[in-house]
């Protein structure tokens, strides 16, 4: 179901002002781009009885229409950005709401990440979540993502900090971290693992091909080799490859199933 909202330009320019000055504080920031990748999307079964969805929202901040090409990358493989799309037309100061995106848009289920192109930059958003069968969304749990602009991911020899990590295995939380390949090349990523005091003891290396979107949990990343603890921070670097690298994490309650994004650190803003 696609739902849309037409707000005047005016009434727009003070939010979008106000989201220019949040854009520094430590939350998920949407900012606009012609190119952007929202990391974590999907529709499918989830630990019984829950099943997941997502809703995007797309808004153009710009004064005429634009066109916004949605490109679906499915998780564990290499994509090509053509073989699954949908496009739609949003015009000036619009925001577009898609219920249930994978399956509105692309006519599949699954779980990977979204690619968006547009001739004029535009903001991209989407809530993931789970709900069990017959439950309202109201009875949902589940998290945001900003769509992050592909000029933000990292390439050889950049880095790029994720904090929050937890491996509490039967503890309080667990962490998913999550990789999304950019450019439609091979690459190879540095990732170590930093504890509290600043000091590494574990690293590994992964292995994306293009385009494609990999998650799984700490644990997983460094083969168990991590021991209980908390508070753990991952740098990563680019390595070997003409690809370049998206990473994000999420942290999820073991209880509530109440789950946080975690964004990748980004340069300084100017």
Known sequence: MVRTISVPIALIIPFVLLAML???????????????????????????????YTTIWVFNPNEGPTEVEFSF???????????????????????????????????V?????????????????ARIYSK??????????????????????????EES?????????????????GFVETTGQHVWVQVALYGSSGSSWVSSSIQL?????????????????????????LHVTGGSGDGRVIVFGSRVANGSQDASTFEMAFPPLP
């Not at 190119?35 to 974590?40: H, I, K």
């Not at 739609?88 to 006519?107: R, Y």
């Not at 017959?134 to 000029?151: I, L, T």
């Open 22 to 52: 949040m854009a520094a504080l430590p939350v998920a920031a949407s900012v606009s781009a012609t190119e952007l990748f929202l990391p974590a999307v999907g529709t499918g079964a989830g630990v019984p009885p829950s099943f997941w």
């Open 73 to 107: 990358l499915r998780r564990n493989q290499s994509n090509t950005p053509s073989d699954i799309t949908h496009t739609i037309v949003v015009d000036g100061g619009e925001v577009v709401q898609i219920d249930d995106a994978v399956t509105a848009m692309f006519g």
């Open 109 to 125: 289920q699954g779980f990977g990440a979204i690619r968006a192109v547009a001739d004029v930059p535009v903001q991209v958003t």
């Open 132 to 157: 069990e069968t017959g439950q309202q969304e109201r009875d949902s749990s589940g998290q945001a993502f900003a769509a992050v602009p592909a000029q933000r991911a990292i390439g050889i020899g």
């Open 161 to 177: 900090d994720l904090i929050g990590l937890t491996n509490l295995v039967g503890g309080d939380f667990r962490y998913n971290v």
């Open 209 to 233: 091909r293009p385009f494609e979107q990999r998650q799984m949990s700490v644990d997983q990343l460094f083969n168990n080799a991590i021991g209980e603890s908390d508070n753990f921070r």
